[in-house]
């Protein structure tokens, strides 16, 4: 029996600790076949993004084209473009799959600084991909960047949630909101607000934003409610950060025993 395919739309990371090859591995791990359409090319360790290539946005085009003549897509995760010619394109291939889970991580920044997307060309991300999407999962710092709310206490959180659906007429869950002994994600379907609590974890690991998103597809994908799909996704990433290994002098990697076997 065939295997349902996934796609990930996102950057090359040479670690494979982010981008579209964490993206496979978490889609494999969940039961699916993954596939990628790279968006951008980077050069990263486990400490730094270096540098970030764009290829040509036809690109894009011509990858989705080619998988999309011979496999069924059953889900697509929108990861890191990288600059923003990349942004119609994407938006094209989201509206032609209007049938199956799209989720997006607006990814436009690393966490040791370098921008992963022009800044001035948010307003443009969230037009673009308004309408045409499930789900968007932006981390407390991203949901700062499209909403204009700051994002330090769970009313704010709740603030930049409401303003980001308004934006993307999607819902929005919101993550990694810190705060004294604990985090809280948020998810906002457009009526109700719904917070899932845990305990901070004391690990410094690479590619969670990544993990948790395409986690999501795969349990929107198996056909789970989105609350339940974003409760298994934020219990699957935070299982998955206490396997993860220390390989180079930075951040942890996640690691995938039962696709080593």
């Known amino acids: ?13 040479p670690t494979s600790g982010a981008g579209a090859v964490l993206d496979i591995n978490v889609f494999q791990d969940l039961g699916f076949t993954g596939m990628g359409v790279i968006t951008s090319l980077t050069a990263q360790n486990t400490r730094q993004v270096s540098k970030v290539y764009c290829p040509p946005p036809n690109l894009i085009i011509d990858q989705y084209k080619s998988l999309g003549n011979d496999i069924k897509l059953c889900g697509i995760k929108v990861g890191m473009l990288g600059c923003k010619k990349n942004i119609s394109p994407v938006a094209k291939i989201l509206s ?7 989720v997006i991580d607006p990814v436009f920044q690393s966490s040791s600084g370098t921008w992963l997307l022009e800044p001035e060309a ?26 204009g709310v700051q994002v330090n206490t769970l009313r704010e959180m709740e603030r930049a949630a409401k303003k980001i659906y308004e934006l993307c007429n999607a819902p929005c869950l919101i993550t990694g909101g810190h705060f004294e002994k604990e985090t809280s994600d948020l998810l906002y379907d457009g009526k109700d607000f719904h917070v899932f609590k845990h305990k901070k974890i004391d690990a410094e690991v690479h590619g969670t934003g990544c993990f948790l998103s395409s986690a ?3 349990y929107l994908s198996k056909g789970e409610a989105l609350k339940k799909a974003c ?13 993860s290994v220390r390989i180079g002098h930075g951040q942890n990697l996640f690691s995938f025993p039962n696709l080593n076997n």
């Open 1 to 13: 029996m065939k295997k349902k395919v996934l796609l990930t739309i996102a950057g090359y990371d």
């Open 96 to 102: 032609r799959n209007s049938s199956v889970p799209r």
């Open 122 to 147: 948010i307003p443009d991300y969230m037009k673009a991909i308004a309408g045409q999407i499930t789900v968007l999962t932006p981390n407390a710092q991203e949901a700062a960047l499209i909403s």
């Open 216 to 218: 999501l597809l795969s």
């Open 231 to 243: 409760h298994l996704a934020i219990n699957k990433t935070l299982t998955s950060i206490g396997r």
